[in-house]
């Protein structure tokens, strides 16, 4: 039984407005919402597919994760979230296969169980796992 | 009425048998199958999710877009493929927004249409539209 889904894919960008011209103005796709999180020093935006989501970041310093990460690679593509039914027995699995984890325990954020797994594990992706809602 | 969805996120890798430890071994998605496409000096691997797949590329050779892909900016995500409705007034929402399009008009592949549109207009990401199947 197959149950993991991508819940979203993230995607650092220099500017909201101009990545909007694309996802939202010419997709057409349905701006979910646009916010500020200060906490985390970026803006967010969020772009509707039937499936999943795209989650536009702009970092609001120079400080961030994000912010390193744009002034190195470039605006792209930064992270996939794949739910899973339980992330901690999921965490162990990959532990006990030799995957190399950020978070070995899941961190929480907006009651939302999450953890991330280092990109040398994955073939270059920075990969999210969220705990599946219960319905 | 929001008919978009992603069908694939396309990774570039130098090596399937130690991504596939994460993604098939580790994360325990199904493998739904591997072989190599050498019209385009690619080895490829599909894994399975719920509502889309991973499909993780590897070069054959030094020539190819994705083998210079991977010299240039190492592994990682490659692109995003979202399904569309009709991809013929898709690209020409998108070219009348002012986004540049790799793909002007359709192509095709394995009887499906495709289009590619360029990362400088969606904030970074190569993004392919694929033309929905008909059920």
């Known amino acids: 039984m197959n149950e993991m889904r991508i819940n979203h894919l993230a995607v650092v960008v220099d500017d909201l407005d101009s990545a909007l011209v694309f996802w939202r103005d010419g ?5 979910g919402g646009r916010e ?3 906490a985390e020093a970026v803006e967010v935006a969020f772009l509707e597919l039937e499936n999943a989501h ?10 961030s994760g994000v912010a390193k990460y744009l002034a190195k690679r470039g ?16 965490l162990k699995q990959l532990a006990e ?30 990969v999210e796992l969220y705990q599946r809602s219960v319905a």
């Open 36 to 38: 500020d999180v200060p």
């Open 54 to 63: 795209i989650e536009l970041v702009r970092p609001a310093d120079d400080e």
């Open 97 to 126: 296969a030799g995957v190399e984890l950020i978070n070995e325990t899941p961190r929480e954020r907006d009651g939302r169980l999450y953890a991330f797994v280092h990109p040398k594990s994955t073939g270059g992706v920075l």
């Open 75 to 90: 605006a792209g593509m930064h992270h996939v979230c794949i739910e899973v039914d339980d992330i901690h027995a999921k």
């Open 27 to 31: 997709l057409g796709l349905p701006l």
